[in-house]
Each structure stands twice: as structure tokens, then as C-alpha cells.
């Protein structure tokens, strides 16, 4: 699958409710319109998220790392559909905001006080068990990258909604009904390769 | 339903996507059926499990764009700077040539007079007197009035100051006129009559130079008020 970030080299302007349909949609548009996502807003969520870390005197939290994760985080709450008002920068800053106090909250073990309004839910998990879904994880993305290139790009494709005619496209295949074919083949694989993995018991 | 469609069929119910309806029928059909539940829970890890998979490759894809933003910055910062230096060098070059080959510079540089002082033994006469008042309007880079009180000097040739004024005009044209077609063939008339004054073939060099034709460009006239000694 290709990785690079040359979409972004000529894009055109959409509107923030026309980028959130396209990533809800997925496919290739929903693919270009995260990266313009990121593209447009990330240098002014970085900066609020700086200007946030040094109001609030922490020098441990990377900023860089908490505007992908909070991105990442938003970009998925975006495609299971969770509503949201106002601004993509205010609600990618919201999440970042909650994820840095959580992330105090367990480091320092000082209960903060936050708005009830901006609050979006985040998982806590201790670092033992973080720890070990890590350790998992790494030995099922090992057996997943045997399944070969073919499997993985059709597999990471289909799970960001694109459809068969341009997986088959994208992949050169004869058709969509071919795709659809390697499709199932591989995601079958993939549940047989997780059925005895306990990566997401834990 | 066959297992192909099932897939994308719970896929759809795990992001989400099925319609409300749809969706109680599935629910129900989950407690209804543990098979199916039993599917839709294998279904899920693995479209978990891919998911997982998909944000870290959109993680690094979000790296190596910051990398290729960082990257640009750099090198639009060191072009910037690099023209930056080049502009600030052109500037002060020019700054420079104009100082130093420019007409006003070349008409104060080589301005021919010896200033008389008045003592016991030599009294100032009154062409002595204006001869003077003539040099301070030149110094003061007065040059049009410089010049027309420098012409009474040329109407005799027995007159002390006979050649220096018709070479102080020369300059005074110089500043005024610049280096036309017709100042050359009265410079050169000048060269080619009076030997008297050395400052004339150095003057001639500079003038025929290329930083003379710099310092002549149009875009000077703006800073033709700038005193080149302060500069």
C-alpha cells in the first residue's frame, strides 16, 4: 500500500463538514481528506497544545506525539460516527487536552478538575497491561506481515472502507469480484491467526 | 448469507455504520444465536486487530509528513537567509560604488581650487574673494550656482583660475547634465587643450568604468542627495 503523503501535494479546499463526510465515507477520498485534515489544522492544535503544556508546567509530554495521538484518536471517533459541534481544531484540541490529563492524572496521582462538556472518553489502562498488549500485539502483527504484502494491503484497504472496485484498482487485480475473493481468503486467515492470540482479552 | 457477506455485514455493525434498525435485528440475532455472537466476537478482534494495524501506519504516514514539513522549513530558512545576505551585500556593494564613483563623488573627489588664506603678506583681491565663495558653493554641492559663479573665471585666459574653473564647470556638468555625448567631446576638447590639471586622466578612468555606469543607473537618483562621505 502506498505510505507516502504526495496526495497532499495538490488538494484542493473542502470544508470542515465536507472533510468529517469524506473520512466517514472512507476509500481514497476518506484517506486524502485525514491527511488534509492533518494538513490544515495540526500546526494550530500543535501550538495550542504547546502553549497548553507550558501554562500548565509539565516538561514530560511530548507535544508532537500528543497531537498524533490525539489526531488518531479523533480521526476514529470520526469514523465510528460520534457527533460533535463546532471546530475540528477545538475538538482535536479537547481530545489532546483530556488524553495530557489523563496521562497526568496517572503520572502525578492528582485528581484535576475538568469541564464536564469537554469531556470525551478515553481508555485507562495501567502500564502493566498497556505493557502486555504491546508485547502481543508486536507477535500478531508478526504473523499478519506472513500473510504477505497482497493480504495486508487489501486487508488495510477494506478496513478503511474502500470498495472493491478500487481495492482492485489500486492492487491491479482483474476486478472487484477477484478482490472481494483475496479478501475473504485473507481475513479468514486472519481469524484463524487470532482465534488462539489473546491480543485484545488482555 | 454467505460468510463473505457476513463479514462485511459485521464489519458494518462494528463501525458503526448499520442503520438503527438494522441493527436491534442484529443485536437480537446476537442473543438469540451464540454461533453468531460467537462469529461477530472473532469477526471483531480481527477487524480490531487490522484497525490497530491501520492507525500505525497512518501514525508513521503523520511522521513522515511532519519529516517532509521539517525538511521544507529548513531548506525555505536557508534560502531565505542565503538571500537575505545577498540582498544586504548587493545593498552595501552598491552603497559603496555610489560613494566612490558616482558623479557628485567624482566632482568632490577631483574639484581643482586652492583655498587662499589672507596673511600679512598677501592681501585677498576681489576675484580671490569670489573665487573662494565660488569653491564653498561647490563644496556644498550647490552645483548649478557653483557653476555659473565659476564662468566669469573663463572669460580671460590670463586669469589665475582660468583653467581650474573650466574644469570645475566640466564637473559641475558632470553632476548636473551626466556624461553626454556632447559633455565627452567638451571633456576630451578639454584633455586634449590643457595638460595642466593631473586629476583629468584620473577622473577619465573613473568615469569611463564600469562602476561609473553602475553608480549613473536611474534607480541612484534616490540616494544622489546622500552625502558620499557619510556613507
Known amino acids: 500500500m502506498k505510505t507516502n503523503t504526495d496526495q497532499l501535494k495538490a488538494r484542493p479546499v473542502y470544508t470542515d463538514e465536507a472533510l468529517i463526510c469524506a473520512v466517514r465515507a472512507g476509500g481514497s477520498?476518506?484517506?486524502?481528506?485525514?491527511?488534509?485534515?492533518?494538513?490544515?489544522?495540526?500546526?494550530?492544535?500543535?501550538?495550542w497544545i504547546q502553549n497548553w503544556i507550558k501554562h500548565n508546567?509539565?516538561?514530560?509530554t511530548d507535544a508532537v506525539d500528543l497531537v498524533h495521538d490525539s489526531f488518531l484518536?479523533?480521526?476514529?471517533?470520526?469514523?465510528h460516527d460520534v457527533e460533535f459541534d463546532g471546530h475540528i481544531t477545538t475538538y482535536w484540541f479537547g481530545i489532546a487536552k483530556n488524553m495530557w490529563l489523563n496521562q497526568h492524572k496517572k503520572d502525578s496521582r492528582v485528581i484535576l478538575v475538568q469541564d464536564e462538556e469537554e469531556f470525551y472518553e478515553v481508555d485507562h489502562d495501567t502500564p502493566e497491561r498497556q505493557l502486555l498488549i504491546r508485547e502481543e500485539f508486536r507477535e500478531a502483527e508478526k504473523l499478519f506481515n506472513r500473510l504477505g504484502h497482497k493480504c495486508r494491503d487489501i486487508l488495510l484497504l477494506w478496513i478503511q472502507h474502500y470498495t472493491?472496485?478500487?481495492?482492485?484498482?489500486?492492487?491491479h487485480l482483474t476486478g472487484p469480484i477477484m478482490a472481494r475473493k483475496i479478501k475473504y481468503e485473507c481475513f479468514k486467515k486472519v481469524k484463524k491467526m487470532l482465534k488462539y492470540s489473546n491480543v485484545f482479552d488482555l | 448469507m454467505d460468510d463473505e457477506n457476513l463479514d462485511d455485514l459485521i464489519a458494518e455493525y462494528l463501525s458503526n455504520r448499520m442503520p438503527k434498525a438494522e441493527r436491534i435485528v442484529f443485536e437480537q440475532r446476537m442473543v438469540a444465536n451464540p454461533m453468531f455472537a460467537k462469529s461477530v466476537a472473532e469477526t471483531g478482534k480481527a477487524h480490531q486487530f487490522l484497525e490497530h494495524i491501520h492507525y500505525q501506519e497512518l501514525r508513521q504516514k503523520l511522521v513522515a509528513y511532519d519529516q517532509r514539513m521539517d525538511r521544507d522549513r529548513l531548506v525555505r530558512k536557508k534560502w531565505l537567509i542565503t538571500l537575505t545576505f545577498i540582498l544586504v551585500c548587493s545593498f552595501f556593494c552598491f552603497l559603496w560604488i555610489h560613494s566612490h564613483w558616482s558623479a557628485t563623488a567624482i566632482a568632490l573627489t577631483y574639484a581643482s581650487g586652492v583655498r587662499i588664506q589672507s596673511d600679512q603678506r598677501h592681501q585677498l583681491t576681489t576675484d580671490d574673494?569670489?573665487?573662494?565663495?565660488?569653491?564653498?558653493?561647490?563644496?556644498?554641492?550647490?552645483?548649478?550656482?557653483?557653476?555659473?559663479?565659476?564662468?566669469?573665471?573663463?572669460a580671460q585666459p590670463e586669469n589665475p583660475h582660468y583653467f581650474e574653473a573650466q574644469w570645475n564647470i566640466l564637473l559641475c556638468r558632470l553632476v548636473l547634465e551626466g556624461a553626454t555625448s556632447e559633455w565627452k567631446e567638451d571633456f576630451n576638447l578639454f584633455l586634449r587643450t590643457h595638460h595642466g590639471i593631473d586629476k583629468s586622466l584620473d577622473a577619465k578612468k573613473k568615469i569611463n568604468s564600469w562602476q561609473y555606469r553602475v553608480a549613473s543607473l536611474p534607480c541612484w537618483t534616490t540616494f544622489s542627495t546622500i552625502n558620499p562621505q557619510i556613507i
Open chain 1, 29 to 47: 477520498a476518506g484517506d486524502a481528506a485525514v491527511m488534509q485534515i492533518y494538513a490544515t489544522h495540526h500546526a494550530v492544535v500543535k501550538i
Open chain 1, 57 to 60: 508546567r509539565s516538561a514530560r
Open chain 1, 73 to 79: 484518536l479523533m480521526i476514529y471517533k470520526i469514523r
Open chain 1, 164 to 171: 472493491m472496485e478500487e481495492i482492485a484498482e489500486r492492487l
Open chain 2, 129 to 154: 574673494l569670489y573665487w573662494q565663495i565660488a569653491l564653498d558653493t561647490y563644496s556644498k554641492k550647490d552645483f548649478k550656482n557653483a557653476w555659473q559663479q565659476f564662468i566669469p573665471f573663463t
